[in-house]
């Protein structure tokens, strides 16, 4: 690979106006030149479509598409159809990049020959500008290094490695067969190992260079019964590949650690949403009793978390006592500001 590749980065955008001026600016003034900027207005009406064209005038490296709201897995495949790069990279429109994001990346992709380089990023709670040091403390935690396919996977399975794409740049013809599902939210869950399956190389690098905006109302943080879906869908898939490549790939505690989480999501549906929400939008409130049994069945009972055994004993013998005590346990852990582990079942 050339010492001075071309990476293309493709940018979504919808109704994200306060702020995308940031994100792209974080794009323009990267100190990496050659770059290909392709945003891709997913039919916004805020002012967003606005604020691209005015990069488009700009900058030449920009490349604007407008298109009716079809969601954010149809704009990045959209984009990645556009994409000339020898490189591809991915910017959500209300984060930013590092100034030396793509330099440092692309660098460490030429020096060691890999496939895929992954930085940490930092979280930050605010609706202003973020800071590009970063203040909170840098995420994932795996070790640096370069990872062969095989580690690479066990780490993203055992959560060391994160799934979104944004933190990443991969070689471009890793995504010659692949799209992210259309949609559907949680886009990076079913992306991000199908693309890990195909590399040879991971490099890990420790180092906070990508800037991720927690905000209200973002897609990911709205909590509605359609996103808890998508996102045991999306998991459900990874599930099934961990099963399917264990223990040629993966190790069967790994297995039984992704069985819990997706028992986990199932039990944390059936209680929060009442029998005529799950019956009008995801499944009804029999079906779930009998999936959560089917999952406790493969784990074994024995291997479950406390909590999740005493919940799925009522859930056996009394689930409307289990609907009952639900909301006054969630009340007493709030309130006593206990720390669930990851994933808690309840």
Known sequence: ??????????????????YLAEALDSVVHQSYENIEIIIIDDGSA????AICDDYLRKDDRVHVVHQENKGISNARNAGLSLANGDAVAFLDPDDAYHPDFIASMTEIMIRENSDIVTCQYTAHVTTGRMEATG????QPMAKQGQYDRIAALRALADGLLDVSVCNK??????????????GHVYEDVDTTYRVFDVCETVYVLNRPLYLRRKRPGSITDTRTLKNLYDRNLAYSHFDSYVEA????VFTIEQTMKRRQASLNILFRVYLRYSSKTLRSMYMTEDDLQKCIKEEVQKIGLKNCSL???????????CPSLLRMIYPIYRHVKLFVRIKPPVDPAV
């Open 1 to 18: 690979m050339k010492n001075n590749i071309l990476v293309s980065i493709v940018i979504p955008v919808f109704n994200v106006r306060p």
């Open 46 to 49: 805020d002012g967003s479509e």
């Open 135 to 138: 203040r909170g403390k840098p």
């Open 169 to 182: 740049v991969f070689r471009r013809e890793l995504w010659k067969t692949i799209r992210f599902p259309d």
């Open 245 to 248: 490549n264990t223990p040629g």
């Open 307 to 317: 909590r999740s055994r005493a919940a799925y004993r009522m859930l056996c013998s």
